[in-house]
T-cell receptor
């Protein structure tokens, strides 16, 4: 079984400041890792994914994430946030040996202030 | 259409009523998932189809919940004798089924049981 922990339920930040949203996971098998963003009253949109290879993954809207196997982390970063980045962000894992089910963390609400 | 389509977008049901929620996946996607998202939480897995076969229904919370995908395309999630604790957003997602292929989510159906 897998589990995902997003330690910060809310992250307030000023516009143009850098931000890091933390994600740690637990799994008995190797996993694929994903970050999704959810805007109000909408479904989830894929930001980026890690399958294999380079541990630094770049996604849409200027976001990037780094996979750290020893720390079982997959933190999301952006060097300079915009007001439009205000949304809920979800980290998710999926076993890479079989099955397709995504397990999500509880989410982090990013609040960008002017 | 280009994305996953869910209907209705909003549903209000009186306690004890039956409801049916529809999902139209992306054309050609073999995998289809249903998730339940309570207010302020991450999505929780309900069930998974590969084509018309329901391969995993371990997340369905009770026998009042039933899902089908008879022709391997459109899926319906049915909830019988709705209870207040069923109030949530129900998300449908589809994927091509390839290893590491991301899930594409619909905008969800917000169910409110009064």
């Amino acid at each position: 079984a897998q589990s995902v922990t997003q330690l910060d339920s809310q992250v307030p930040v000023f516009e143009e400041a850098p931000v890091e949203l933390r994600c740690n996971y637990s799994s008995s098998v190797s996993v694929y890792l994903f970050w999704y963003v959810q805007y109000p009253n909408q479904g989830l949109q894929l930001l980026l994914k890690y399958l294999s290879g380079s541990t630094l993954v770049k996604g849409i809207n200027g976001f990037e994430a780094e996979f750290n196997k020893s720390q079982t982390s997959f933190h999301l970063r952006k060097p300079s946030v915009h007001i439009s980045d205000t949304a809920e962000y979800f980290c998710a894992v999926r076993p890479n040996n079989a099955g397709n089910m995504l397990t999500f963390g509880g989410g982090t609400r990013l609040m960008v202030k002017p | 259409g280009a994305g996953v389509s869910q209907s209705p977008r909003y549903k209000v049901a009186k306690r004890g009523q039956d409801v049916a929620l529809r999902c139209d996946p992306i054309s050609g996607h073999v995998s289809l998932f249903w998730y339940q998202q309570a207010l302020g939480q991450g999505p929780e897995f309900l069930t998974y189809f590969q084509n018309e076969a329901q391969l995993d229904k371990s997340g369905l919370p009770s026998d009042r919940f039933f899902a089908e995908r008879p022709e391997g395309s459109v899926s319906t999630l049915k909830i019988q004798r709705t209870q207040q604790e069923d109030s949530a957003v129900y998300l449908c997602a589809s994927s091509s089924g390839g290893q590491g292929s991301p899930l594409h989510f619909g905008n969800g159906t917000r169910l409110t049981v009064t």
